[in-house]
């Protein structure tokens, strides 16, 4: 398949230089801090839970099919095919399916089902109170702001309704029988929503696994979203982080379940937008616009050629 869009080799360096640029701002707090050997209570998850150093997200890709011109350097990278022209490399999505084949069915399912699905929003950040649920110790060496009773008393009061596996994960054993439903790795793509935050962080993973497909810009908006997302999951968290200016949002109150659900469904349809832009970019223009309106729900409804490429390989 030819490509679709060739960048010459002035046009995409720049946005090679924009995008590093823009990555670096992005992770200069943490570098700074790495560098003085600072742990964040906040930040840190970003790059620990999700284990790619600012070096990986500073790499610069133009997404599949675009045909970077005089790029002679690029030609020996991971997912990378020659072009049309000498010297001319463009990111292969057949390639990938053929070398990744799980993980991009997993992949596709993942994004195309989530987008499919309503958001549900009344969670109110409990995952991470069931997390602390009538333990001794939790994994963050701060105070709880409620104190353990009340952290407690605050979980029983109310009906965890997670959705997201990676969160369930963690519970404290007395929390998981609390949950609405017991979750599982393998039902994961059944139970996942737009409306959970955890969904809505993973959207980086998800962009960094796909790696060259993924354009770069694309890439560092789903590192923003986590980031913001993240604030939230900590301000509603049961911690005390007034040492790290954190304002708790209390969701323990009328008024912080409020808060915190509108905060939620702006991520949601942040989160929503950006599945349709990375679908677009990696399985085909109709891809994502066809996802985002619930049009696909099944793992086979794809009708894009790059997408039944990668169904082929995947099957």
């Known amino acids: 398949m030819p490509p679709t ?42 790059f620990t839970y999700y284990s790619y150093a600012p070096a990986q997200l500073r790499r610069w890709h133009p997404g599949a099919d675009v045909q970077l011109d005089n790029a002679p350097e690029r030609a020996g990278w991971r997912w990378y095919a020659p072009g049309t022209r000498t010297d001319s490399v463009v990111p292969d999505a057949g390639a990938f399916a053929r070398e990744k084949q799980q993980l991009a069915s997993l992949t596709e399912r993942m994004l195309r089902r989530t987008a499919a699905r309503p958001g549900q929003f009344g969670c109110f950040g409990l995952h991470e109170w069931a997390m602390v649920y009538r333990a001794d110790e939790h994994r963050h060496a701060v105070p709880l702001r409620l104190g353990r009773a009340g952290t407690d008393a605050v979980v029983e009061s109310h009906e965890l309704r997670c959705t997201h596996f ?3 994960r963690f519970f404290t054993p007395e929390a998981v029988p609390l949950n609405r439903q017991v979750l599982s790795r393998a039902d994961q793509p059944e139970r996942e929503q737009p409306g959970c935050l955890h969904a809505g962080m993973d959207l980086y993973k998800w962009a960094m696994k796909l790696g060259p497909l993924i354009p770069g810009e694309v890439l560092l908006d789903t590192f923003e979203l986590a980031r913001d997302i993240r604030l939230l999951d900590m301000e509603a968290a049961p911690y005390d982080l ?14 912080g379940k409020a808060d915190y659900v509108r905060r939620q469904r702006g991520f949601a349809e942040r989160g ?21 309106h619930g049009a696909q729900t099944a793992p086979d409804a794809a009708s894009s050629s790059r997408s039944v490429i990668t169904r082929s390989a995947a099957s």
């Open 5 to 46: 869009v060739s960048l010459d080799r002035t046009r995409w360096q720049q946005r090679e230089r924009q995008h590093q640029e823009r990555a670096d701002a992005l992770t200069a707090a943490h570098r700074e801090r790495a560098s003085r050997g600072e742990k964040h209570p906040v930040w840190d998850f970003l």
């Open 166 to 168: 990676d969160a369930f």
């Open 242 to 255: 007034s040492d790290w200016d954190v304002t708790p949002v209390p969701i323990e109150t009328a008024e």
């Open 272 to 292: 929503q937008a950006l599945r349709e832009r990375m679908l677009s970019a990696w399985l085909g223009q109709d891809a994502g616009s066809q996802s985002a």
